[in-house]
């Protein structure tokens, strides 16, 4: 099970933190990744993290403003989003395969997704 947190409401320039908590399994030969998808839009990937290695991947629309990392102890991934923008509301989930590549299909669990809005 993956549990999502950290979204919000934050205004255009701000800051969140998403966290993605998993229970029940182990990350360590997985890969965890953030996926967003906005109404009428189809699921995009925004980042991934190799959770062996600590590899990282990013969505060129998110290069230099989101950051990934991994917390081995809790089981626990972070995305710290800086200077959002308007066009980055949308769902946001976390989701666990064993594949980094930013690709719905390759991952099998999926938490429950958590709003991020940004206001202009």
Known sequence: ??????????QTGGSLRLSCAASGFTLDDSAI???RQAPGEEREGVSSIDFSDGSTYYAESVKG???ISRD???GTVYL???SLKPEDTA???CAAGGDSLLIPGLYDYWGQ???VTVSS
């Not at 099970?1 to 919000?8: C, E, I, K, N």
């Open 1 to 10: 099970q993956l549990q999502a947190s950290g979204g919000g409401l934050v």
């Open 33 to 35: 990744a953030w996926f």
């Open 65 to 67: 403003r989101f950051t």
């Open 72 to 74: 081995n102890a809790k």
């Open 80 to 82: 710290q989003m800086n």
């Open 91 to 93: 769902v946001y989930y």
């Open 113 to 115: 997704g958590t709003q």
